[in-house]
């Protein structure tokens, strides 16, 4: 029996990200997936752009707004929202959001 203890490296850059504006950080990125975490400030907005690839986007804290598609959906804490590539949208925060935007790389 192998009793070689691997060790993990406990990581609190998500706890750790200010409520200063618009704050995009590179979570994890590889081959096959890419993951950022976002901050966003009450009533800061995170400006119209598009993805290239299909995305989720999971509220972590706080609540937002996502406009795509002329449409509205308020996402609060826990809540997710899968959105195709290529739609122009953008984000705003009700209050100060944390959340993760998962894509393919």
Known sequence: MN??????????????QSFNGLQ???????????????????NTVFPEHTSHTDAQ???LEGSII?????????????????FPKEEKHWVKAIENSKFLIIRPS
């Open 3 to 16: 009793t070689e203890t691997k060790k993990l490296t406990k990581d609190n850059m998500i706890k750790e």
């Open 66 to 82: 996502l406009h795509i598609e002329g449409l509205e959906y308020t996402l609060e804490r826990q809540e997710s929202i899968r």
């Open 24 to 42: 995009v950080k590179r979570f994890k990125d590889s081959n096959s997936i890419e993951i950022l975490s976002i901050s966003l400030e009450k």
């Open 57 to 59: 986007l999971i509220v």
